[in-house]
């Protein structure tokens, strides 16, 4: 009997595999052993970075065997309903006094999920789970050279692949791009989370951001010895999706790009989360065009999105876009020498990221783009696309992104999968077709 199965009353016990797997290994869960048609409680805790306890639970009939397998059965009650295998984990929620919030989104350090199955309020079985962001075997490394600030994950036994540059959005630091970074150089691409502001040495606000500082990154990255420097991806979410699309549109050396919750426009900075008629990006030292949303809406309209809280962003983008815009606004993303991968949710209420990922694919047909490019759109899923198998009960904060928790931790993991593939095609590092197959509910074009 192994640490994962645990057999408390001597018939009854709790398997979890994998033990201890990356975040984008499915877990399963069985009990064997129980009195037929007996309920099981099955109870999961998990201890998140910041301290706070995240729970949910489920009650099973077992069948005639005394079996319950939480991939194939549906609960009869808990914090989620219908078959699925990654129900417990996705509908934790904080309890007690602590505030709904989003899970933590820097952090990779391991979760620990603490599983323990009961009967008649009586615990019969005990399991534990290690949920990893960074595979054995993989290294991650403070990046600070120059005005440089990032972590960079790589395997320590293979030789060079391609190498993929990741950026978070208007959260600034690692939010996002970490994870993200981690779990890539866990599958084969050595990864460098890259921060760009609202971290040590770097601007505090997204205002006057050098596209320069990522022409040195990507640099950076392909001389490194583990890196391919002739295979180099961009991987970016929201206003991150929007500068890697911009990247993609300017630097010829970046052969793939991916773009969660993307915009087909370039809009202005951000100070402290509020929209200011200033710049997000410069290139050689002279700002580019943007669409200022302080300026070109409404005051009206501008007072009244404001007044609620959380605030619905998503109006004023949809306003703006049905203005007519200069064309020196607009992404050219015909220019991209590589193929375009766009992921969206069909509920995001930050930006109407699928609409304008319509947009995009609309321009690359337009122009005759000559490489293959692709987008992925989610019902049920809203702004905050990000790594697979983490909670998904609480996706507001400050501004309302949208989503419901089944629906988005379903499209979390299908995006994963689409994007494992789509690098590994595009920057020659094919994927693991059973481990990465597609999983469905999207719609692409």
Same mark, same amino acid.
Not at 286 to 310: E, K, Q
């Given at each position: 009997m192994t640490m994962n199965e645990t057999n408390l009353n001597g018939s009854i016990t709790m398997a979890v595999t994998p033990t201890a797997g990356l975040l984008d290994e499915p877990l399963r869960i069985r009990l064997r052993g129980a009195p037929p048609d007996a309920e099981i409680t099955v109870r999961a805790d998990l201890l998140d970075p910041r301290a706070v306890t995240w729970s949910s639970h489920a009650s099973f009939v077992a069948d005639a065997n005394g079996s319950v397998d939480l991939t194939t059965d549906a609960p009869v009650s808990g914090t989620y309903s219908g078959v699925d295998g990654e129900g417990l984990m996705s509908s934790m929620a904080v309890g007690g006094d602590v505030a709904s919030r989003p899970f933590e989104m820097t952090s990779v350090a391991p979760l620990v999920i603490?599983?323990?199955?009961? @009967?008649?309020?009586?615990? %019969?079985?005990?399991?534990?789970?290690?949920?990893?962001?960074v595979a054995e075997g993989v290294l991650a490394t403070v990046v600070r050279e120059g005005d440089l600030s990032g972590l960079f994950f790589r395997a320590t036994?293979?030789?060079?692949?391609?190498?993929? $540059?990741?950026?978070?959005?208007?959260?600034?630091?690692?939010?996002f791009a970490a994870q993200v970074?981690? $779990?890539?150089?866990?599958?084969?691409?050595?990864?460098?989370? $890259?921060?760009?502001?609202?971290?040590?040495?770097?601007?505090?606000?997204?205002?006057?951001?050098?596209?320069?500082?990522? &022409?040195?990154?990507?640099?950076?990255?392909?001389?490194?010895?583990?890196?391919r420097g002739d295979a180099l991806?961009? %991987?970016?979410?929201?206003?991150?999706?929007?500068?890697?699309?911009?990247?993609?549109?300017?630097?010829?050396? @970046?052969?793939?790009? %991916?773009?969660?919750?993307?915009?087909?426009?370039?809009?202005?900075?951000?100070?402290?989360?509020?929209? %200011?008629?200033?710049?997000?990006?410069?290139?050689?030292?002279?700002?580019?065009p943007f669409v200022s949303l302080a300026t070109v809406l409404p005051a009206a309209l501008l007072a009244r999105v404001f007044r609620g809280s959380p605030v619905t962003l998503a109006p004023l983008f949809e306003t703006a876009l049905a203005m007519s815009l200069p064309d020196d606004v607009i992404i050219p993303v015909e220019r991209t020498n590589a193929p375009i991968l766009l992921i969206s949710g069909e509920d995001d209420r930050m930006w109407p990221s699928a609409r304008m990922g319509e947009q995009i694919m609309d321009r690359l047909v337009a122009h005759a783009h000559p490489f293959q490019s692709r987008h992925c759109h989610y019902p049920g899923a809203g702004h905050l696309m990000g790594p697979p198998g983490v909670p998904t009960s609480s996706l507001q904060g400050k501004f309302v992104l949208g989503g419901a928790g089944p629906a988005q931790a379903r499209a979390n993991r299908a995006a994963w999968s689409e994007t494992l593939t789509f690098l590994g095609t595009s920057l020659g590092l094919p &994927?693991?077709?059973?481990?990465?197959?597609?999983i469905g509910g999207e719609r692409c074009r």
């Amino acid at each position: 009997m192994t640490m994962n199965e645990t057999n408390l009353n001597g018939s009854i016990t709790m398997a979890v595999t994998p033990t201890a797997g990356l975040l984008d290994e499915p877990l399963r869960i069985r009990l064997r052993g129980a009195p037929p048609d007996a309920e099981i409680t099955v109870r999961a805790d998990l201890l998140d970075p910041r301290a706070v306890t995240w729970s949910s639970h489920a009650s099973f009939v077992a069948d005639a065997n005394g079996s319950v397998d939480l991939t194939t059965d549906a609960p009869v009650s808990g914090t989620y309903s219908g078959v699925d295998g990654e129900g417990l984990m996705s509908s934790m929620a904080v309890g007690g006094d602590v505030a709904s919030r989003p899970f933590e989104m820097t952090s990779v350090a391991p979760l620990v999920i603490d599983l323990v199955a009961e @009967i008649s309020g009586h615990t %019969v079985a005990l399991a534990q789970a290690r949920r990893l962001y960074v595979a054995e075997g993989v290294l991650a490394t403070v990046v600070r050279e120059g005005d440089l600030s990032g972590l960079f994950f790589r395997a320590t036994d293979e030789g060079a692949r391609p190498g993929v $540059l990741v950026l978070g959005g208007s959260s600034g630091g690692l939010a996002f791009a970490a994870q993200v970074a981690a $779990l890539l150089a866990s599958r084969g691409f050595p990864s460098l989370a $890259l921060a760009y502001f609202g971290a040590e040495k770097l601007p505090p606000h997204l205002v006057d951001i050098p596209l320069e500082y990522f &022409a040195t990154a990507l640099n950076w990255l392909g001389s490194q010895p583990q890196v391919r420097g002739d295979a180099l991806g961009v %991987v970016g979410r929201s206003r991150g999706a929007e500068l890697a699309l911009l990247l993609g549109s300017r630097m010829p050396s @970046i052969r793939s790009v %991916v773009a969660y919750c993307p915009s087909s426009t370039i809009w202005n900075g951000l100070r402290e989360g509020t929209a %200011v008629d200033m710049p997000a990006w410069t290139a050689l030292g002279r700002p580019i065009p943007f669409v200022s949303l302080a300026t070109v809406l409404p005051a009206a309209l501008l007072a009244r999105v404001f007044r609620g809280s959380p605030v619905t962003l998503a109006p004023l983008f949809e306003t703006a876009l049905a203005m007519s815009l200069p064309d020196d606004v607009i992404i050219p993303v015909e220019r991209t020498n590589a193929p375009i991968l766009l992921i969206s949710g069909e509920d995001d209420r930050m930006w109407p990221s699928a609409r304008m990922g319509e947009q995009i694919m609309d321009r690359l047909v337009a122009h005759a783009h000559p490489f293959q490019s692709r987008h992925c759109h989610y019902p049920g899923a809203g702004h905050l696309m990000g790594p697979p198998g983490v909670p998904t009960s609480s996706l507001q904060g400050k501004f309302v992104l949208g989503g419901a928790g089944p629906a988005q931790a379903r499209a979390n993991r299908a995006a994963w999968s689409e994007t494992l593939t789509f690098l590994g095609t595009s920057l020659g590092l094919p &994927a693991d077709a059973e481990a990465h197959a597609a999983i469905g509910g999207e719609r692409c074009r």
